[in-house]
């Protein structure tokens, strides 16, 4: 497996990542299935994600993670441990070359019951042959995302909150892939 494919985070621990193409056939660098929260299943289940604990080691980063539960035109489909990142990359040569490439991070529409980072619907085939760095992302949906007691206990909006922990996971990590850090 080529070097280039290999990314040190801040924490220590590695990821193993896959090669793509764009629709113009360029490289394209990327890292599947990142996790940037805890599965928040059983006792977080309807709680604010925690950010996922460092690792030692390498991960395969080689598959996209689980879409978060929702409905489409065949039932239910999705798995609740779905907190996790895509990241796509310019080829490493561009990078060096260019220094950090700029980041767009992308979270996806479906009235907040539908749909998922992976590239299934929307990849990064068109956005890398640019160069850039795409991130993009799960979050929880319907009432696993929104479900609200009205009370401190569980006040909702989880989603919103697993949004804003893919950020912060973003901010944290992407100069490994990269990226401009911003301050």
Request: proline fraction near 7%; hydrophobic fraction near 35%.
């Amino acid at each position: 497996m080529s070097g280039n494919l290999k990314v040190e985070l801040n924490h220590g621990g590695g990821l193993l990542g896959i090669n793509l193409k764009s629709v113009k056939d360029r490289e394209i660098r990327a890292f599947l299935g990142v996790p940037y929260a805890e599965p928040p299943v059983g006792n977080l289940r309807f709680e604010p994600p925690t950010p996922f604990p460092p690792w030692k080691g390498v991960r395969q980063a080689t598959k996209e993670g689980n879409v978060c539960p929702q409905f489409d035109q065949t039932g239910e489909i999705g798995n609740e441990d779905c907190l996790f990142l895509n990241i796509y990359t310019s080829p490493l040569e561009v990078i060096k070359k260019s220094g950090n490439l700029p980041v767009m991070v992308w979270i996806h529409g479906g009235g907040w019951i539908v749909g998922s980072g992976n590239r299934d619907s929307y990849g990064p085939e068109f956005f890398l042959d640019h160069d850039i760095i795409l991130v993009t992302g799960n979050y929880r949906l319907g009432a696993l995302g929104f479900l609200s007691s009205e009370t401190t206990e569980y006040p909702g909006n989880n989603a919103l909150k697993d949004q804003l922990e893919m950020l912060k996971w973003v901010k944290e990590h992407i100069h490994s892939f990269g990226g401009i850090q911003s301050q």
